[in-house]
């Protein structure tokens, strides 16, 4: 919001007040323009929760109470916003401070007041870490030919202007346990820091498909989710390292999640079991353009899964409980990845004539209805139908016009729904996400 504002004023020369909720307006005027947005912005606050209250709060929110900021009545502390010159701090037009650069080293100490250092700085997930010394990164960089001082990619939110270099990526795929064969998918997987993150309980999921998935053991076979993977569970554990280091999220500063999720742990990192896959149905890197012999790691944004529970039964294919399911996701961006035993896939073929993950994409979205009630329960969807409707954008224009009680299927882009095979072959189940999976980033270019 405050970058948005910035542009406003600095590019259009509008005079913008910022309007937030009361439990991250404290980040607001603080750390984010401290580390990121530079420009002072006056912001007004109005008590949280606000998404689900009836208009009548809202209404009382703006007309009888107060700004949390400023404690005036909310209109007038809007008017005085606008209206009240400046101060000279506030006309301050410069880039962001530069964040406070750290040493390269910490100085010698013990192996626990280290343990304990990295922990009050919130450096870790709170499980032991390997201490990356400087022998164990230079032994880890052996894994790839790029140099350490190269710059990976620069993160400027939240965490401000923050070079994230193979050398910083090593260090924290040290202090995870990794290997040095783990960092190519590691330098690949940091193109993605920082995680997914939100007021809500956002999660993650990790993706690794082609040759590399064997090259150094991956798992894609029996509980292929579970802790039973060396590399499966050191590389989603160095997403999050990396994300809370470089990337700067830090609860309560640059997080606010009520719930949060376990999920961030290790990110729900698999690989697809491209050897099971029927035949017809591609590997999900192929799907997105990529070579087979090609390897690549893609990174997901979501919230749930929901498992099938027990194995499939015939008088109630699995598509059909898999989209009994859907209905209880949100449809956000209406994407949806589901994630299926390799014994489920092959019946879906044989049984069911689905001869590639394509056309069962398409059966979902076809085929998945909810009342538009239950799809206005999600507060984010509810504002997305409100503003695309608003500027004519379908299917939300014309959904803003339909009854509450009116059946309308949420994710009606069938592109948008992946399927992907993996798991032991033990038994027929499968799970529905909302993971919102994107075309991924090649592995290959970072050995």
Not at 295 to 301: F, K, M, Q
């Amino acid at each position: 919001m405050s970058r948005y504002c910035k542009t406003l004023e600095q590019k259009f020369n509008i005079p913008t007040v910022a309007g937030a909720a009361s439990n991250i307006v404290e980040y607001a005027l603080g750390y984010d323009f401290e580390y990121t947005n530079g420009m002072p912005i006056r912001y007004i606050s109005f008590p949280f929760p606000v998404a689900g209250q009836p208009q009548s709060v809202h209404h009382q929110y703006v007309f009888e109470g107060n700004d949390v900021v400023s404690e005036k009545p909310m209109m007038q502390a809007f008017i005085d916003a606008l209206t009240v010159p400046l101060t000279d701090e506030e006309k301050y037009e410069g880039p962001a401070p530069e964040s406070m650069v750290e040493s390269r080293l910490l100085g010698p100490d013990t192996e626990e007041n280290l343990q304990r250092l990295f922990k009050d700085r919130d450096w870790t997930d709170y499980n032991p870490i390997i201490l990356p010394t400087e022998e164990r990164v230079a032994e880890v960089l052996k894994g790839t030919t790029h140099t350490p001082d190269e710059v990976i990619q620069t993160v400027n939110w939240p965490g401000g202007n923050r070079d994230l270099t193979v050398e910083k990526a090593a260090v924290c795929a040290v202090m995870a346990g990794a290997n040095p064969e783990y960092l190519p998918v590691i330098l690949a997987l940091a193109k993605a820091v920082p995680f997914g993150n939100s007021t809500s309980s956002m999660a993650n999921m990790i993706l690794v498909n082609g040759p590399i998935r064997n090259e150094i053991g991956m798992n894609y076979g029996a509980n292929v989710m579970g802790p039973h993977n060396e590399a499966n569970s050191v590389i989603g554990r160095t997403f999050t390292l990396m994300s809370k280091t470089t990337g700067g999220l830090h609860s309560e500063k640059t997080t606010w999640s009520t719930l949060g999720s376990t999920m961030q742990y290790n990110n729900v990192c698999i690989a697809e079991n491209e050897e099971a896959l029927p035949e017809g149905w591609e590997p999900f890197h192929v799907q997105m353009g990529f070579k087979p012999t090609d390897s690549v790691i893609t990174v997901a944004t979501g919230w749930t899964y929901i498992s099938s529970v027990g194995e499939v039964q015939r008088n109630y294919p699995a598509h059909m409980l898999m989209r009994d399911y859907m209905k209880a996701l949100s449809g956000m961006g209406s994407r949806a990845t589901v994630i299926m035993d390799p014994t489920v896939a092959e019946l879906l073929k044989e049984s069911q004539g689905f001869q590639t993950k394509d056309q069962l994409s398409q059966w979902f979205s076809d085929n998945v209805e909810k009342p538009l009630a239950s799809y206005l329960g999600n507060g984010v969807l509810s504002g997305t139908l409100t503003g695309s409707g608003a500027q004519g954008i379908e299917p939300y224009a014309t959904w803003a016009k339909y009854p509450l009680d009116k059946m309308i299927k949420p994710f009606h882009q069938a592109t948008g729904i992946k399927i992907l095979v993996t798991g032991g072959g033990i038994q027929t189940t499968w799970f529905v996400t909302d993971f919102m999976l994107g075309r991924g980033t090649l592995i290959d270019d970072w050995r």
